[in-house]
Nanobody
């Protein structure tokens, strides 16, 4: 069974930076495409970014493009989300996700990811 676990959330002032990490383990975890979603209470989970298993292809939501960077270290089986120029509206629980089927158009939908972490809270104070 594939297991993903996030870390690195916390409280930061607007304009600041934060780096989230996600550790991948278990099962056949060598060629998984991975990504990040976020959710605020009362709203649906929102796509943030994803990265294919080679690390060569990335996609970003328009709301974070130019501010967030997703990267991975396959030797350590980890992915990262570097978040810069944080805004109050970035406040959410951030989830690390994984899937096997490439980064097609459906990869921005939460239901296309079978593997989810428990989430880590990011709070940006204005």
């Amino acid at each position: 069974q594939v297991h993903v676990e996030e870390s690195g959330g916390g409280l930061v002032q607007a304009g600041g930076s934060l780096r989230l990490s996600c550790a991948l383990s278990g099962g056949n975890s060598d060629h998984l495409d991975m990504g990040w979603f976020r959710q605020v209470p009362g709203k649906d989970r929102e796509f943030v970014a994803n990265i294919d298993w080679t690390g060569e292809t990335t996609n970003y939501a328009d709301s974070v493009k130019g501010r967030f960077t997703v990267a991975r270290d396959n030797a350590k089986k980890m992915i990262f989300l570097q978040m810069d120029s944080l805004k109050f509206e970035d406040t959410a629980v951030y989830f690390c996700v994984a899937r096997l089927w490439g980064l097609g158009p459906e990869s921005i939908l939460p239901q296309s990811y079978p593997y989810w972490g428990l989430g880590t809270q990011v709070t940006v104070s204005s």
